[in-house]
């Protein structure tokens, strides 16, 4: 199992002020002291979280197409739905993260 760490996220300040019920849609635009504090929240948000991420990779002993299962070599099964079965098709890993 891999560990990521560093990983770079970016605080959208449209979608935050989508949430506070401004949008592009509306006709209501937040005024300038909304956006201010609005700024200032978002760079704080960054400290408030320290984002990482794992995943593993295991080899795939058999891809069962009728029933949407994959038998993994580590002896764990999983099923799909069709679509995603048909993705894997010739693929000798899968990764989860």
Do not use: H, W
């Amino acid at each position: 199992m891999k560990i990521i760490k560093n990983v770079k996220l970016k605080i959208d300040e449209e979608e935050v002020l989508r949430y506070q019920g401004y949008s592009k849609k509306k006709v209501k635009n937040p005024n300038q002291s909304i956006l201010q504090i609005t700024e200032e929240e978002i760079e704080r948000g960054y400290n408030l979280f320290e984002p990482q991420g794992i995943y593993s990779s295991t080899k795939i002993k058999q891809i069962s197409f009728s029933d949407g299962r994959v038998d993994l070599k580590n002896g764990f099964s999983l099923n799909f739905s069709n679509s995603i079965i048909n993705l894997l098709k010739g693929a000798s890993y899968l990764v989860l993260g």
